[in-house]
């Protein structure tokens, strides 16, 4: 099985994005199953246009998309992608968008297309924190996510995908008083089950 799994580089004054971690922590190939590897601009417009090249060229069987939610206490798996970009806070390219469609004309919403469900158990039977979310936001994680779908539903691509945002840290919160994290090391291990319940392998 192809797969691409993307990562996002730090944003927000942020010196790291835990999902850059987690991609040079995942080999190239992984379980017998062929990744792609690529870490997106937190910019809205430019990390989707990387995105979408990356698929035609590579062909995945399913797309995995990473991101960072800080203040989230377990890895979730994002159940929708809304047609908005509506940023609280500027992009690193300074754009902060404020209701704009991603695609103008396109549908309300698209659905992920992964068994997040099952991935969530599986992530819950390791002992791993995980949940199902309703939201990715209105940033440019959620835009990625629609954005993927979108080019998978319009050029009839038999891929899957979904996203999966990740907690802080503990390095990141070292000086955020209460705010949730987790270790480097369970959250490589949450990608490693996600994959395998995507790609059909026991766990």
């Known amino acids: 099985m192809k797969i691409l799994v993307t990562a996002f580089e730090p944003f927000d004054k942020e010196a790291i994005n835990p999902t850059m971690l987690m991609l040079e922590h995942l080999p190239a190939d992984f379980d017998g199953h062929e990744i792609m590897k690529q870490v997106l601009p937190t910019v809205f417009g430019e990390s989707a246009e ?15 998309c990473l991101g960072q939610a800080g203040g989230r206490a377990a890895m979730t798996l994002e159940r929708v992608a809304i047609n908005i970009n509506d ?38 039977e390791a002992g791993i924190p995980a949940a199902i979310s309703n939201s990715a936001g209105t940033y440019v994680c959620n ?14 691509l038999p891929a899957k995908a979904g996203f999966m945002h990740v907690p802080y840290l503990p390095v990141q919160v070292a000086d955020k008083p209460n705010m949730p994290s987790m270790s480097l090391v369970d959250m490589v291990r949450a990608l490693e089950i996600a994959i395998r319940v995507i790609s059909g392998d026991r766990i």
Do not use: C, W
């Open 87 to 124: 940023a609280s806070i500027p992009d690193n390219a300074g754009a902060q968008p404020v209701d704009e469609p991603i695609v103008p004309d396109g549908p309300v919403a698209y659905f992920s297309t992964f068994p997040n469900k099952a991935i969530v158990s599986a992530m819950r």
């Open 50 to 64: 990387i995105a979408l090249t990356r698929i035609t060229e590579f062909e995945p069987d399913a797309v995995l």
């Open 143 to 156: 835009q990625i996510l629609y954005a993927v779908l979108h080019f998978i539903a319009e050029n009839s």
